[in-house]
């Protein structure tokens, strides 16, 4: 089984030091969870970071990235979708939102869970 490094996501209250400057998980090294690139993360919880679809406005730098990926993933599943026949379904949307782009792709029209383009079915 490989060591795969385990992350806490919930930086904001918990730090990677302890209060006498120890790593919280005993190496010798800390890393930053915060500082991660989005390519070498599997699976994300969006506790600390938001609901993607709620539009947040104050994003921290790696939900930004954790965000626009969401919704890179997002656009994916609509391009490929078919029914059981196999027939296309691809409705997608027009991606007028000009909220945040580089983060929403389109499908934010404002900051909030109001300004969110849902997914058509």
């Known amino acids: 089984m490989v060591d795969s490094p385990r992350f806490d996501m919930n930086m904001k209250e ?4 302890d209060a006498r400057g120890k790593c919280r998980d005993g190496r010798e090294q800390c890393e930053d969870c915060r500082e991660t690139d989005v390519k070498d993360i599997w699976s994300v919880h969006f506790t600390l ?3 993607p ?6 994003l921290q ?5 954790l965000h626009s990926e969401w919704f890179r993933i997002r656009r994916s599943y ?3 979708r078919s029914d059981d026949n196999g ?7 027009k991606l007028e939102g000009s909220y945040r782009p580089e983060i929403y792709h389109g499908y934010c029209t404002g900051g909030g869970e109001r300004g969110y383009l849902p997914l058509k079915i």
């Open 53 to 58: 679809w709620f539009c947040n406005s104050n």
């Open 87 to 93: 027939n296309e379904l691809r409705l997608l949307p």
């Open 61 to 65: 730098p790696l939900c930004s990235k």
């Open 14 to 17: 918990k730090r990677y030091r």
């Open 49 to 51: 970071c938001g609901k």
């Open 78 to 80: 609509e391009e490929s």
